[in-house]
């Protein structure tokens, strides 16, 4: 058996008494009692998680810019404000998706990135080895803790909390960051509701998560984060698209930017070939509003072919099962069929899109 | 550790069976098996007047997580379903022993409870497949 890697807040989690389990080779919690709970308590008040396992890279040199505007598949050239936010895939010279990453300018030329935990050794080998070519240094930061507060009390209760040169990150916009020499203060999360990531030093996140717990926020475990992130719309990587994958059949067509044509990045020709031909594949929405769960595999029924579904749950918010599923690309019938353990029942196509700062963003059933 | 209370009779499956007074048997699932699955939100019990066999699937759990598979301990008439779980599936994971109990079984053999295991055999056999 291997060793499982640990965040700092490990021992947080014990005390809290954490189902424990193997993530991405990191021994995280699941849930801290019942994951419905965990869920409704971010959609109503306040939650945390440790995402200390995510990996934060700073890219910094003459070339950052060039460089993250030749990794990237959105354009960094974007961010005009600094501390703005880009959302971006980091594809490979087929255009399959290597990862999905958030990029904040720094200022000047610097930029930190975050990564997924599972992909995060083989996304900073592959962004080195494409740094060799430019003036620019990419430095993984393994020492800082991540939490990611979110709610609609997240901000109210954090920001007390946060070092007070840092207290104006209650003014920041989605998708921007502040920061000091220690902390790193971003308006972002995976959850569709408002909130914050903080990054800091590991040795100051047992007190930060201490004092959450006595403002009120309570610790979540990966299991509703999951079943948040998949309500918001929000993809995960290795489950909705992997670097099989073209980014247009998993709804990531809106994160490509290909105004500029001057721009070549990785994976920019086959992906235009594609547009061209026409995907074959699209990724919608589903809700069930029957009684089963939709779950990753389940089969769904369409006239053109099967489709499948990449990521499914029973939503705690909507009280029904909802879905992301990648389905033939001409099929644009509102009612397909899901084959559940064998039995074939009626899911509507929606924008997957489920729920937003506590809204509901589907029609659900009358009861 | 979770409890299996000693009145009780046991399946491999992590159903568990109490005898009622008139003859009849109660089924469930044991809070080991309520902690496995998490957060129940459906729960497709077998209908009142069916009749199930031992040892085959006759009910399905779903969590958060997974759909399971319910095996009847014991053949016989299904005589009566926890109506209170279509809305409340959560009364499994409150209280599996009491309150969410899923199906009342009049059994055609009661000889086969014989085959079931005791509360001490049960602890044994989880701690076994952990």
Same mark, same amino acid.
């Given at each position: 058996?291997?060793?499982?890697?640990?965040?700092?807040?490990?021992?947080?989690?014990?005390?809290?008494?954490?189902?424990?389990?193997?993530?991405?080779?990191?021994?995280?919690?699941?849930?801290?009692?019942?994951?419905?709970?965990?869920?409704?308590?971010?959609?109503?008040?306040?939650?945390?998680?440790?995402?200390?396992?995510?990996?934060?890279?700073?890219? %910094?040199?003459?070339?950052?810019?060039?460089?993250?505007?030749?990794?990237?598949?959105?354009?960094?050239?974007?961010?005009?404000? +600094?501390?703005? !936010?880009? $959302?971006?895939?980091?594809?490979?010279?087929?255009?399959? #998706?290597?990862?999905?990453?958030? &990029? $904040?300018?720094?200022?000047?030329?610097?930029?930190?990135?975050?990564?997924?935990? !599972?992909?995060?050794?083989?996304?900073?080998?592959?962004?080195?080895?494409?740094?060799?070519?430019?003036? #620019?240094?990419?430095?993984?930061?393994?020492?800082?803790?991540? @939490?990611?507060?979110?709610?609609?009390?997240?901000?109210?209760?954090?920001?007390? *909390?946060?070092?007070?040169?840092?207290?104006?990150?209650?003014?920041?916009?989605?998708?921007?960051?502040?920061?000091?020499?220690?902390?790193? &203060?971003?308006?972002?999360? $995976?959850?569709?509701?408002?909130?914050?990531?903080?990054?800091?030093?590991?040795?100051?996140?047992?007190?930060?998560?201490?004092?959450?717990?006595?403002?009120?926020? %309570?610790?979540?475990?990966?299991?509703?984060?999951?079943?948040?992130?998949?309500?918001?719309?929000?993809? *995960?990587?290795?489950?909705?698209?992997?670097?099989?994958?073209?980014?247009?059949?998993?709804?990531?067509?809106?994160?490509?930017?290909?105004?500029?044509? +001057?721009?070549?990045?990785?994976?920019?020709?086959? @992906? +235009?070939?594609?547009?061209?031909?026409?995907?074959?594949?699209?990724?919608?929405?589903?809700?069930?509003?029957?009684?089963?769960?939709?779950?990753?595999?389940?089969?769904?029924?369409? +006239?053109?072919?099967?489709?499948?579904?990449?990521?499914?749950?029973?939503?705690?918010?909507?009280?029904?099962?909802?879905?992301?599923?990648?389905?033939?690309?001409?099929?644009?019938?509102?009612?397909?069929?899901?084959?559940?353990?064998?039995?074939?029942?009626?899911?509507?196509?929606?924008?997957?899109?489920?729920?937003?700062?506590?809204?509901?963003?589907?029609?659900?059933?009358?009861? | 550790?979770?409890?299996?209370?000693?009145?009780?009779?046991?399946?491999?499956?992590?159903?568990?069976?109490?005898?009622?007074?008139?003859?009849?048997?109660?089924?469930?699932?044991?809070?080991?098996?309520?902690?496995?699955?998490?957060?129940?939100?459906?729960?497709?019990?077998?209908?009142?007047?069916?009749?199930?066999?031992?040892?085959?699937?006759?009910?399905?759990?779903?969590?958060?997580?997974?759909?399971?598979?319910?095996?009847?301990?014991?053949?016989?008439?299904?005589?009566?379903?926890?109506?209170?779980?279509?809305?409340?599936?959560?009364?499994?994971?409150?209280?599996?022993?009491?309150?969410?109990?899923?199906?009342?079984?009049?059994?055609?053999?009661?000889?086969?409870?014989?085959?079931?295991?005791?509360?001490?055999?049960?602890?044994?056999?989880?701690?076994?497949?952990?």
């Amino acid at each position: 058996m291997t060793t499982l890697k640990t965040t700092p807040l490990h021992a947080a989690h014990q005390r809290a008494g954490a189902k424990l389990v193997d993530f991405a080779g990191w021994e995280m919690p699941l849930h801290y009692g019942s994951q419905m709970e965990e869920h409704k308590r971010v959609r109503e008040s306040a939650g945390m998680f440790d995402v200390s396992h995510m990996q934060v890279v700073d890219i %910094h040199g003459p070339q950052a810019q060039a460089l993250l505007r030749y990794l990237l598949a959105n354009d960094v050239a974007k961010l005009k404000t +600094e501390g703005r !936010a880009l $959302y971006s895939c980091m594809l490979n010279e087929a255009g399959g #998706v290597i990862d999905d990453l958030i &990029v $904040y300018w720094t200022g000047g030329d610097t930029y930190r990135a975050v990564v997924n935990a !599972a992909t995060a050794e083989g996304d900073i080998a592959h962004m080195q080895a494409v740094a060799k070519d430019f003036d #620019v240094n990419v430095e993984p930061r393994p020492e800082f803790a991540l @939490i990611a507060i979110q709610g609609p009390q997240a901000v109210e209760k954090t920001l007390p *909390l946060l070092p007070a040169d840092l207290r104006n990150a209650g003014d920041l916009k989605p998708f921007s960051a502040v920061w000091n020499d220690k902390w790193f &203060v971003a308006r972002t999360g $995976y959850t569709g509701e408002d909130g914050f990531e903080v990054m800091l030093p590991a040795e100051e996140a047992d007190g930060l998560w201490e004092q959450l717990k006595d403002a009120g926020v %309570h610790p979540i475990g990966l299991g509703a984060r999951d079943t948040l992130r998949l309500e918001a719309g929000m993809n *995960l990587y290795g489950t909705d698209m992997d670097d099989q994958t073209n980014p247009l059949t998993a709804n990531l067509g809106w994160t490509i930017a290909l105004k500029d044509a +001057e721009r070549d990045f990785i994976g920019r020709a086959p @992906i +235009e070939q594609s547009k061209a031909e026409g995907v074959k594949e699209r990724m919608v929405g589903l809700v069930l509003d029957g009684r089963g769960v939709l779950r990753g595999g389940t089969r769904i029924e369409t +006239e053109a072919g099967d489709g499948v579904v990449t990521s499914g749950s029973f939503a705690p918010s909507l009280g029904v099962s909802v879905a992301f599923a990648r389905i033939p690309a001409g099929v644009e019938a509102e009612q397909l069929h899901a084959d559940i353990r064998g039995r074939k029942l009626p899911v509507r196509v929606v924008k997957p899109v489920f729920v937003r700062n506590g809204e509901p963003q589907i029609d659900l059933p009358k009861n | 550790m979770s409890e299996a209370p000693k009145d009780l009779k046991y399946t491999k499956s992590h159903e568990w069976v109490r005898s009622e007074a008139d003859g009849s048997v109660t089924v469930g699932i044991t809070d080991h098996a309520q902690e496995l699955l998490g957060d129940l939100v459906f729960v497709e019990a077998p209908e009142a007047g069916s009749t199930i066999e031992a040892g085959t699937a006759c009910a399905t759990v779903e969590s958060v997580k997974a759909a399971s598979d319910i095996y009847a301990p014991i053949s016989g008439e299904v005589t009566a379903v926890n109506e209170d779980l279509a809305d409340s599936p959560e009364k499994v994971n409150e209280s599996p022993f009491e309150d969410g109990w899923l199906f009342k079984v009049e059994p055609s053999d009661a000889g086969q409870l014989d085959a079931l295991m005791d509360a001490d055999a049960y602890a044994a056999h989880v701690e076994a497949e952990s």
